[in-house]
């Protein structure tokens, strides 16, 4: 409707055909003629500007405006100087339905098929001053006006596009954290669950221990689940080196674990690490079936600078699916990682077990 009014306002500049046809003594065949062809002028134009917006083919464009140019040419040619207005809306359908690259030679050819046409009607040179620039102008402008609208068109493009990564990212990231917290918990909580049923019948102390710690996993377990969904829960490597030394002694693995690292470490670096060391461990406690694990923490220089490393070994029957087809959770700490620059390492270790290798670059961190 915006487009409509718009378009009708610059319609009323035909008023000078009209009052030609109605006042200018022309003859009842003439006059039939040219309020006949001065409709098909106006809905042939209408039809071309109200599609600008869709793609059209340039050589039905091109056509279109060849029929539109044809028309005013004879109209202005049999019933007189008045008809002349035609060209300008010829040049300004032309700006408004081509590529720029087309349009800014057909304007041109419009105005002169004007100035041509001015020439030859009687009196039309009078006209001809108060034409050009309108013709010139317009058809210009609505190149720009063209350029515009698809600019507009390709930046809402844009603003959805962005807005569906934002939302699949976050997806992605709720993804990983649930992964990771629930799947370490909930092989806790299934390893205590069990190693309390054995203690039950000759050990109930024991076993209500254990099921207190089962209480206390639960509801950490929730916590971190609701932080993780808040997008405000980062792992510390202490915390996560408390939590593998109990989830490892829980499934009877002998743990082989690193002092707390000193010092400050940046905090995506220190987060990544974190969330490797816990799904490395809820590996070893849910598939390998090992005795020992190993885990190893060192700064290493490279020529890239300084790199913090992580290391987690085994002596168990494998990773998660074996090393050719990891899960979820190797793919999203190779995510995870790769945010912050590093890199993951996940294979088989020596002759039996499985090695799972983080690394994070220091400097980098700490420069952000």
């Known amino acids: 409707m915006v487009k409509m009014l718009w378009i009708s306002i610059w319609l009323f500049y035909l008023s000078a055909p009209v009052t030609d046809l109605i006042s200018g003594g022309h003859a009842t065949g003439p006059r039939i003629l040219g309020t006949l062809g001065l409709a098909a002028f106006v809905a042939w134009y209408l039809v071309l500007v109200f599609r600008t917006?869709?793609?059209?083919?340039?050589?039905?464009?091109?056509?279109?405006?060849?029929?539109?140019?044809?028309?005013?040419?004879?109209?202005?040619?049999?019933?007189?100087?008045?008809?002349?207005?035609?060209?300008?809306?010829?040049?300004?359908?032309?700006?408004?339905?081509?590529?720029?690259?087309?349009?800014?030679?057909?304007?041109?050819?419009?105005?002169?098929?004007?100035?041509v046409t001015a020439n030859a009607v009687p009196g039309g040179t009078a006209y001809l001053a108060?034409?050009?620039?309108?013709?010139?102008?317009?058809?210009?402008?609505?190149?720009g006006v063209r350029a515009m609208i698809r600019t507009t068109m390709e930046l809402r493009e844009a603003r959805a596009t962005v807005a569906q990564l934002a939302a699949n990212e976050e997806r992605l990231r709720m993804a990983r954290d649930l992964h990771d917290l629930l799947g370490h918990s909930l092989s806790l909580i299934t390893l205590k669950s069990e190693l309390a049923g054995r203690m039950l019948p000759g050990q109930p102390d024991a076993a209500a221990q254990q099921v207190a710690d089962i209480e206390r996993v639960s509801r950490q377990a929730l916590v971190d689940?609701?932080?993780?969904?808040?997008?405000?829960?980062?792992?510390?490597?202490?915390?996560?080196?408390?939590?593998?030394?109990t989830a490892l002694a829980a499934a009877g693995v002998v743990a082989d674990l690193p002092a707390e690292p000193s010092g400050e470490l940046p905090e995506e670096?220190?987060?990544?690490?974190?969330?490797?060391?816990?799904?490395?461990?809820?590996?070893?406690?849910?598939?390998?079936?090992?005795?020992?694990?190993?885990?190893?923490?060192?700064?290493?220089q490279t020529l890239?600078?300084?790199?913090?490393?992580?290391?987690?070994?085994?002596?168990?029957?494998?990773?998660?699916?074996g090393p050719a087809a990891p899960g979820n959770g190797l793919t999203g700490l190779t995510e995870r990682l790769?945010?912050?620059?590093?890199?993951?390492?996940?294979g088989s270790a020596s002759r039996t077990g499985f090695a799972l290798t983080a690394r994070v670059p220091l400097a980098l961190g700490s420069e952000s």
């Open 53 to 115: 917006t869709r793609p059209m083919p340039v050589r039905r464009v091109l056509f279109s405006l060849a029929v539109l140019a044809t028309q005013a040419t004879v109209l202005s040619l049999t019933l007189g100087r008045e008809w002349l207005v035609l060209f300008v809306y010829v040049a300004i359908s032309s700006g408004a339905a081509l590529p720029a690259e087309y349009s800014r030679w057909t304007v041109l050819g419009t105005t002169a098929l004007l100035a």
């Open 130 to 143: 108060g034409l050009l620039i309108p013709a010139l102008m317009g058809g210009f402008a609505m190149v």
């Open 225 to 245: 689940v609701r932080e993780a969904v808040s997008g405000y829960r980062r792992p510390t490597l202490p915390g996560e080196l408390a939590g593998a030394r």
């Open 269 to 300: 670096a220190e987060s990544a690490l974190a969330w490797s060391l816990r799904e490395a461990v809820t590996n070893v406690v849910r598939h390998s079936g090992a005795k020992r694990c190993r885990v190893t923490l060192e700064t290493l």
């Open 304 to 321: 890239d600078g300084p790199v913090l490393e992580l290391t987690v070994t085994d002596d168990g029957s494998g990773g998660p699916g």
């Open 338 to 346: 790769a945010a912050v620059g590093g890199d993951l390492s996940a």
